[in-house]
């Protein structure tokens, strides 16, 4: 009976998918092959969409909606005449008609559920490669390490991975490994999906329309939030004080975030000096922390942004994106920064902290180490990507079963027939920023953990086969979502590349200059740094560090570098 159920449930959503790709036919190769210098630069590198020439209508049968985060999607009009069948076209995209089964392919999702979904779990796939990219140049300079420098068993078995060990005789091996790899990911990766997507709509033989159905329809008032009566449901005009306030809660949370963090970075120093099993722990607990605040998070934005009262979904979406993302990058960010504040004695020279300085009176601040700042990023990157595959993905899974028991419990109207309606959202714009703040991860920590590429392949691995479980299984049918949302991924995939090279003070580029590895501004770390073919003066780095942080004596802040490895 169900293997019966799950083939009509097939056959409608094919149906329906073939009336889709018939209202969209086009001659899309003609299109591609047209495509000007300016609009490879713009599209398929940064991301900014490209705009039809002329506009289209609807397609026939079908009207323009909106998911509750704003997501368009085509809804198949209802007919008044025979409403058995829009029951049945209804529950072709419910559990009432068709469950689908756990071995349906990529493809049969895509026909079941619209070329959005197909699109989403083809990312993923694209993912892996480019983690698998990523860690074959870490691979360059970890085989160099082991045939030059061989297995140092004086260190923590894990440690030999990381640049902390590495000698300087592997700089160019490592260096330039780093640079070609941070060309390849920044300008290469968007173009490449550019080019799958195009391709496999080409395929199809259909136009890709994005997430943007509003620029391809006749009417723009299509796009406005609107009542029960058909009316708009909140002016035009922004309310400039309901965008102040929901902004500030953006940044309380996000202070409050940091303070916790803040903390568990001093009294990892405090404790052990930032070694042993006592670093690794607080380690795993700042890893824990940002994954709870980000599920947190991941609640309080939907709210804020309500609370905005946007006139149109378009500026609802933008907002929401926004504050989703931006806010887990700075979380992380600013998490590392407390690091180097840390490092650079700015907190042990506040009266709120002062006993650090007695603390490290008589061994010195051991974040001033730059070999031992290095295995501790290495260490902190690493776990941050672990977490995120066990206890982010644990709670996305307990979370929203815990919200249909709820409802169950509660609601008397969600039960069997319409127990659809109590499940949560599969928003396949905010799986989309979540892979790519765990992808902004691994950018982040190649320069220190070369090969953390390995764990970002882990993390695609366990990726793929948990979200298809939880799209089947335990979340609210999706609409069916027809465009590749090809402009929104390229934009965010360059933008998570170019914060993970610039930012202050252990982006990308930071670390491949040596920066801020130790207090005093010197490449004075026993490992790769010394065979660097420039040289950055102390007395610069000194005079950088001063003007962005105030501590006293900070060329005789004292210094314990480890025996050289």
């Not at 529950?91 to 026909?111: I, N, P, W, Y």
């Not at 965010?492 to 590349?497: D, E, G, H, K, R």
Request: glycine letters at 6%.
């Amino acid at each position: 009976m169900s293997s019966s159920k799950e083939r009509r449930g097939a056959s409608d959503g094919d149906h329906e998918m073939d009336d889709l790709k018939n209202s969209g036919k086009s001659n899309g190769n003609q299109t591609n092959r047209n495509r000007s210098v300016r609009n490879f630069l713009l599209h398929d590198i940064v991301g900014v969409k490209e705009k039809p020439k002329k506009r289209k209508a609807i397609p026939a049968g079908y009207e323009l909606a909106y998911t509750k985060l704003g997501q368009a999607y085509l809804r198949k009009i209802a007919d008044a005449e025979d409403p058995e069948a829009d029951k049945e076209a209804e529950d072709e995209h419910t559990r009432k008609g068709a469950k689908v089964s756990m071995c349906s392919s990529q493809g049969e999702l895509g026909r079941i559920f619209g070329e959005g979904i197909f699109q989403y779990f083809d990312f993923v796939k694209f993912l892996f490669v480019t983690n698998t990219v990523i860690f074959a140049f870490g691979l360059v300079s970890l085989v160099a390490h082991f045939l030059i420098d061989g297995w140092n068993p004086t260190v923590a078995f894990y440690e030999n991975f990381f640049l902390s060990t590495y000698s300087p005789n592997l700089f160019h091996y490592w260096f330039w490994s780093c640079i070609v790899c941070a060309v390849v990911f920044t300008f290469v990766f968007g173009p490449w999906l550019s080019h799958r997507i195009r391709r496999r709509f080409d395929e199809v033989g259909y136009d890709d329309d994005e997430d943007h159905y509003l620029a391809i329809s006749s009417d723009d008032n299509m796009d406005v939030i609107k009542d029960e009566t058909g009316r708009p449901m909140y002016p035009r005009r922004l309310s400039a004080i309901r965008l102040f306030f929901s902004y500030l809660g953006f940044l309380l949370i996000l202070a409050i975030s940091n303070a916790i963090l803040l903390m568990l970075v001093i009294y990892q120093a405090f404790f052990n000096g930032g070694r042993g099993i006592l670093s690794l722990g607080f380690s795993l607990g700042i890893s824990v922390v940002i994954a709870v605040m980000n599920v947190i998070w991941k609640q309080i934005c939907v709210f804020l942004t309500r609370f905005e009262q946007h006139y149109t979904y378009s500026q609802f979406l933008n907002h929401h994106t926004i504050k989703f993302f931006v806010w887990r990058i700075l979380n992380v960010c600013f998490m590392f920064l407390g690091r180097w504040l840390v490092a650079v004695g700015a907190i042990e020279a506040t009266p709120a902290f002062s006993f650090l300085k007695d603390r490290w009176a008589d061994v010195g601040n051991p974040y001033a180490d730059p070999c031992r700042i290095i295995t501790i990023l290495a260490e902190q990157y690493t776990i941050l990507l672990v977490i995120e595959l066990t206890v982010g993905n644990l709670v996305e899974i307990l979370i929203p079963m815990a919200w249909l028991k709820f409802q169950q419990v509660c609601c008397n109207k969600v039960t069997g027939e319409n127990l659809d309606a109590g499940r949560m959202d599969f928003d396949v714009a905010e799986e989309y920023l979540e892979l790519l703040y765990r992808q902004f991860i691994v950018y982040m920590g190649m320069t220190v953990f070369p090969t953390i590429g390995f764990f970002g392949m882990l993390v695609n691995i366990v990726e793929y086969p948990l979200d298809k479980w939880r799209l089947l299984r335990i979340s609210k049918t999706p609409p069916p979502l027809r465009g590749s949302m090809h402009s929104f991924l390229v934009f965010f995939l360059f933008l998570s590349a170019l914060i993970s090279i610039v930012v202050f003070p252990y982006g990308f580029g930071w670390n491949l200059a040596g920066y801020a590895f130790t207090s005093t501004g010197g490449l004075n770390c026993t490992s790769v740094y010394r065979g660097a073919f420039f040289s950055i003066p102390p007395s610069a780095l000194v005079s950088f560090n001063n003007t962005l942080v105030s501590f006293p004596n900070a060329t005789d802040t004292p210094f314990a570098p480890e025996v050289a490895r």
